[in-house]
C-alpha cells in the first residue's frame, strides 16, 4: 500500500510543503529582473522566465503573512501564474511586516483547504456506470482503504485558476479524457492509480484542473501532497473503523472519536459525513476534512485537521458497503 511513499519517507526525502495563500489584488511593479518560480519550494522555472522592470503584473496571492513570496501572473509563460520574491517589486496590497524566515505555525484563518475522500464501494453503489465500477474486486485495494476525491483550496469558489475557456467547459461538462495528461513521475502514476481509482475516468485530469491550478505548486507537489494525507488516512484507526465494519451501520460520533484517537482531540469536529440513499440503506459515500497549514508529510495531517475550522455534518451515521454492486 503506497509503498513508495513508505521508502521516501524512511529515506527522509519528504515533499516540500506547498505554501499557505492569502488572496491579493492590485498589481506589482517589477523593479528587479527576478526568476518567477512555478514553486516556491522547488523553485522550477519552466521557460525560464524572468520579470521584466518596469513592467506592471497582476497579484493573485501573497504566500503568507508576512509575505516572503507574491503569486503574480506573467502573460506569455507557461504556466502564467509565478511566485517571485516581495524584494523583486514595487506594490500597494497590503503584505504585512515582511520576513525572510520561515512561519512554522500556520498564518491562514479558518479552513485553508478541505480533503475530500470516498468509500469507493458506496460511491460506486450511486455511479455503477462508470469505468473504475465496473470490475470491482474483494481484494482491491478499495475494497478496504479510502480513495482520493480531490485536495481542494478554499474558498470552494476558488477554482480554475488561469485555465482556458475549453479546458474549463471540459471539466465542467465531464469531458475529463479531453483535458491535458497529469506530468506526474511514474512513482507518483502508480500510487495515484491506486488510491484514486477515478482516475480511470479522468479524475485527477479534473481535479488538478478545477481546484489543484489554485494550489500554489506545481501538478507534481499537489499530487504528493494529496498522497500523503491518503497515506497517513489508509493507516489510522479510522480505515480500520471502516475495514472492521463493512456491512455495518457506523455513526459519525464513532468516526470523530477514530480521529481524535489517531490525529489528537478534536480532529474529528473537522470531519463531515456525505451519505446517499440506495433502497432501503444509507451509505456513506465520503468524508470531507477541513485542514489548514503547509503539508509536509503524513505525520502533518493531525496538525493541519487542528489549525482549521469545526466542520457541520448533515448525515449522522450511515452503513458501510462493501465492494460489489448490490
Not at 23 to 42: D, E, K, N
Not at 74 to 93: H, K, L, N, S
Not at 231 to 256: C, D, M, P, Y
Not at 289 to 298: A, E, Q
Request: some cysteine; charged content about 20%; overall charge negative.
Amino acid at each position: 500500500m503506497l509503498k513508495h511513499l513508505l521508502i521516501l519517507l524512511a529515506l527522509g526525502l519528504g515533499v516540500i510543503p506547498a505554501n499557505a495563500e492569502v488572496p491579493l489584488s492590485g498589481t506589482l511593479v517589477a523593479t528587479r529582473p527576478c526568476p518567477a518560480y512555478q514553486s516556491i519550494s522547488r523553485q522550477t522555472n519552466p521557460g525560464d522566465v524572468a520579470l521584466v522592470p518596469g513592467r506592471s503584473y497582476t497579484l493573485v496571492a501573497a504566500n503568507k503573512t508576512p509575505a516572503t513570496h507574491l503569486w503574480v501572473v506573467v502573460p506569455g509563460a507557461q504556466p502564467d501564474r509565478r511566485w517571485v520574491e516581495t524584494a523583486c517589486g514595487t506594490t500597494t496590497a497590503d503584505l504585512g511586516a515582511t520576513s525572510s524566515e520561515p512561519s512554522l505555525s500556520p498564518t491562514y484563518r479558518g479552513t485553508q483547504y478541505v480533503l475530500a475522500i470516498n468509500w469507493q464501494p458506496a460511491f460506486c453503489e450511486t455511479a455503477p456506470q462508470v469505468t473504475e465500477c465496473r470490475d470491482q474486486r474483494p481484494n482491491s485495494f478499495e475494497a478496504s482503504h479510502f480513495t482520493l476525491h480531490g485536495l481542494w483550496p478554499q474558498p470552494r469558489n476558488n477554482e480554475y485558476c488561469g485555465v482556458s475557456d475549453r479546458d474549463i467547459w471540459a471539466s465542467r461538462d465531464g469531458r475529463w479524457h479531453d483535458l491535458p495528461r497529469l506530468d506526474l513521475t511514474i512513482a507518483q502514476r502508480r500510487d495515484l492509480d491506486q488510491v484514486m481509482p477515478g482516475s480511470r475516468s479522468g479524475l485527477d485530469r479534473h481535479e488538478w484542473t478545477k481546484h489543484g491550478t489554485c494550489y500554489g505548486a506545481d501538478q507534481r507537489e499537489y499530487i504528493a501532497d494529496s498522497l500523503d494525507l491518503m497515506l497517513a488516512l489508509n493507516t489510522s484507526r479510522v480505515v480500520e473503523l471502516f475495514a472492521g465494519n463493512i456491512g455495518k451501520r457506523v455513526t459519525l460520533a464513532q468516526i470523530r472519536e477514530a480521529f481524535d484517537a489517531t490525529f489528537g482531540p478534536g480532529a474529528g469536529e473537522r470531519v463531515s459525513l456525505s451519505c446517499e440513499r440506495d433502497g432501503n440503506r444509507i451509505l456513506i459515500t465520503e468524508l470531507q476534512i477541513n485542514l489548514t497549514g503547509d503539508i509536509t508529510g503524513p505525520d502533518d495531517l493531525g496538525a493541519l485537521m487542528l489549525a482549521a475550522d469545526p466542520a457541520d455534518s448533515d448525515c449522522r451515521s450511515g452503513q458501510v458497503d462493501a465492494v460489489g454492486l448490490r
